[in-house]
């Protein structure tokens, strides 16, 4: 079988926005192929290793690709795509001078192709993530998340995954009530209970993301702790407490049909942690954090603790800025590459 391969060469910082136009437009998968410059710093604080060849990609630039089947209409597909990746300019992010182009390829090609690349990887003092196709031996001491993203987003190696991982181990204590917002395939909420978190809800809009979860959830033997809800990021939290009408009056037509839907399949199925909660880690974008702060402020216990990450660095002080207005108080920034994780918290005492 032969399927369409849509590469965009584009910047890192657009990365994570290109790939989710591309599963929004159904892709079958999507790989990211990044600099394998020798000047490109790797952390190698744990003992990573990275298997990934070298390549002529400039540092900074990436190869973004989406697998469609052989009946997709491709020149709808780019025409989709393209005004939507000029569209983040608008948003200061920056594309860079993209290219666009499309391949016939094999299906093997691509669809086990990219796991010879996957391999178990330290991304924390006690945390390695393995793909379940991967034999390991864990040393004493080291704790191992068992990871098959299928065609959700998230294998862990990327910085933005790693510096949520590393926060979570130094902030979450025994016990503590977790949501994670964006779960993709569910690593954080699994690495949240790893660490000693007691309960875990674990969000995520898209199906297949949820999906993900659900099942590494259960390959990790949490799925009692663990419980994965498809929603608009918090609004699950808003649905449960009977609030649905405060944040689906001004929806446009086709968004109140999916929370409405969210809404019939959420109220059916009691929250596992309860609300106000001690952590929230959300690993996703710094346009997107800035939406739903306040969202986050009031679903945390006086002195809870918020992680933002998914923050490219020419966004670090707007979000600063934000996480400040809206009542935090700031208590660490980690980075990795140009990317930034924000470790905020709740004061203990309000006002």
């Known amino acids: 079988m032969k399927y369409h391969e849509l590469t965009i060469y584009t910047t890192e910082e657009a990365v994570e926005m290109i790939s989710n136009f591309l599963h929004e437009q159904g892709a079958g998968g999507v790989s990211i192929e990044e600099s394998g410059s020798l ?3 790797r952390d190698l604080s744990f003992g990573q290793w990275y298997e990934l060849p070298l390549n002529d990609i400039p540092e900074g630039n990436v190869l973004i690709k989406g697998y469609f089947s052989e009946e997709e209409d491709m020149d709808a597909h780019v025409a989709a795509v393209r005004p939507r990746i000029e569209e983040l300019r608008e948003y200061e992010i920056d594309p860079g001078q993209y290219e666009i182009s499309v391949f016939t390829v094999d299906e093997n090609d691509w669809a086990t192709a990219w796991k010879q690349y996957f391999k178990p990887i330290r991304v924390t003092e006690r945390l390695t993530i393995k793909p379940t196709w991967e034999e390991y031996e864990a040393s004493e001491g080291e704790v191992v998340l068992e990871i098959d993203p299928g065609m959700a987003f998230g294998t862990g190696t990327h910085p933005t995954t790693s510096l949520c991982l590393r926060a979570l181990e130094s902030t979450i204590r025994e016990g503590d009530e977790v949501i ?16 000693g978190a007691g309960r875990v809800l674990a969000v995520d809009l898209d199906p297949v993301a949820v999906s993900s979860a659900i099942e590494n959830a259960s390959l990790n033997g949490l799925e009692d702790r663990i419980q994965v809800l498809q929603s608009d990021l918090l609004g699950v939290l808003k649905i449960s407490s009977g609030e649905a009408s405060s944040w689906s009056d001004n929806a446009n037509p086709v968004e109140a049909k999916v929370r409405a839907e969210l809404a019939e399949r959420a109220i059916n199925e009691p929250l596992l942690v309860s609300v106000p909660c001690d952590v929230i880690v959300a690993n996703i974008l710094a346009e997107i ?28 002080e707007t979000v600063a800025s934000a996480l400040l207005a809206s009542g935090f108080e700031i208590v660490d920034r980690v980075r990795e590459d140009k990317w930034i994780a924000f470790v905020a918290a709740k004061p203990k005492e309000e006002g």
């Open 39 to 41: 000047e490109r710093r």
């Open 289 to 316: 954090i800035l939406l739903f702060l306040d969202d986050v402020y009031a679903a945390l216990k006086p002195g809870g603790t918020y992680i933002a990450s998914g923050i490219y660095e020419n966004k670090e």
């Open 180 to 195: 994670d917002v964006g779960t993709g395939s569910g690593i954080l909420a699994i690495g949240a209970v790893k660490v």
